[in-house]
């Protein structure tokens, strides 16, 4: 009898506790934080950029959408998921971003996945930035395509592997906005690298829906990419919208196919009414107060710049995700924590959901704080600061 067969019911998991302690050690273990209904902090951590979550008009529709169409969507969308709802916010979502159709999924995760895995196969070849969001990189891993991950915006990089590729198709995939450092993809450059080599784009936009471009109609739409036929977009309803869900939006062709062919569509419960009603109402508000997005991106370079004048290394943000840089992961941690207690919440993002595998500290904007926030928030990071976090 080998030694896995002498384990006892109770030995089975043991090893677990021995990766526990490993990710201990090196500062890599997690803790659940219960967020209060009401949070008193300072938010720097979340990802409601318009404040829209907690917004009355949108709350209010979540929960009337849920008395009239049910808790749950009672299945996939392609059995009984599927409402009147989800077809008016597709259509909404699409002539909001200017493309010919969209299709919402449960997630951006499954949005993504579904998406990335439907439009490349065996028979393509993925090139995908090497910062791109872990649903994109597990999109690539389940595709079954040769995937060639190419450094950090290096578009010269990407024409050669388009130039040199063995397979008929091909798929270049990115973030417009880059989930950590909120730095931006070379977006033009890019459509017109694919364009030289028949390949289609795909951009994930979740940082840059709702916050860039005109009336926060995202990164690509600013881009001029807007209704391409070649180019496929991710947006999140999960981020500026303020509620949970995501989109594939683009040629009409490209949805029919997503929706006929991804697992993570066909197999997945639909999205619920209430967060397709509340998509829908901030939709309603992001087009009544165009001036919301400007104000995130303003208040992202005002924290970045002031973090910037106290000696820290800090990133250049695009939009409303800025990031700082913390010597090790426990001290990123240590850190986080200190600026909670002194009521400011920030993003502590430690390998594995940092591409270079450096600890930071990850902070977003939001279009509602105020002058005197971002100061204190500056103050309060500033002052809990670990030693060797300034230059
Ligand atoms: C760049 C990016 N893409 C996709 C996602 C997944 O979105 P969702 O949380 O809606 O599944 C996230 C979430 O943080 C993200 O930052």
């Known amino acids: 009898m080998d030694a896995a067969q002498s384990s006892t019911p109770e030995q089975v998991f043991d090893w677990l506790d021995a990766e526990a302690d490993k990710r201990s050690g090196a ?141 008929p198709r091909a798929l270049v995939v990115t973030d417009s906005v880059f989930s950590v450092d909120g730095d931006s993809a070379p977006l033009e450059e890019l459509s017109q690298v694919c364009r030289e080599h028949s390949t289609a784009l795909l951009v994930d936009d979740a940082h840059g829906f709702g916050v860039l471009g005109d009336g926060g109609r995202g990164a690509v739409h600013a881009a001029g990419l807007a209704g391409q036929p070649d180019v496929v977009t991710l947006i999140p309803l999960s981020k500026a919208l303020g509620a949970q869900g995501g989109a594939v939006v683009g040629p009409r062709r490209v949805i029919k196919h997503v929706v006929d062919n991804a697992r993570s569509f066909m197999f997945d419960t639909g999205l619920a009414p209430a967060s397709a009603a509340t998509a829908l109402a901030a939709l309603g508000v992001l087009k009544s107060e165009p001036e919301l997005p400007e104000k995130v991106v303003l208040n992202a370079s005002r924290i970045a710049e002031q973090l910037r004048d106290n000696k820290f290394q800090v990133s250049e943000p695009q939009a409303g995700v800025l990031s700082v840089r913390a010597p090790s992961a426990e001290e990123a941690v240590a850190w986080a924590a200190c600026c909670a207690e002194q009521g400011v919440r920030v993003g502590c993002f430690r390998p594995p959901a940092v591409p270079d595998g450096v600890s930071r500290l990850r902070l977003t904007a939001r279009a509602s704080l105020t002058e005197s926030d971002v100061d204190s928030a500056v103050k309060v990071i500033s002052g809990s600061a670990p030693r060797g976090a300034t230059s």
């Not at 917004?55 to 209010?60: C, I, L, P």
């Not at 997630?107 to 649903?135: C, M, Q, R, Y």
């Not at 994109?136 to 389940?142: K, Q, T, V």
Request: aromatic share 4%; charged share 20%; net charge neutral.
């Open 27 to 167: 500062g890599l273990a997690h803790r659940l934080i219960p967020r209060p209904a009401a949070a008193k902090e300072l938010d720097l951590a979340g990802e409601d950029y318009l404040g829209l979550a907690h917004d009355k008009r949108v709350a209010g529709a979540a929960a009337a959408a849920a008395l009239r169409w049910g808790a749950g969507s009672t299945g996939s969308r392609l059995v009984t998921g599927s409402t009147e709802l989800h077809a008016e916010l597709e259509h909404e979502l699409a002539r909001f971003c200017g493309a010919q159709a969209a299709l919402v999924f449960s997630s951006e995760f499954t949005a993504n996945l579904g998406a990335v895995t439907t439009l490349s196969g065996a028979e393509a070849a993925i090139i995908a930035d090497k910062h791109i969001h872990p649903s994109l990189i597990d999109g690539c891993r389940l595709s079954r395509a040769e995937v060639a991950a190419m450094n950090h915006n290096d578009v010269p990089a990407i024409k050669n592997a388009l130039a040199t590729r063995r397979k």
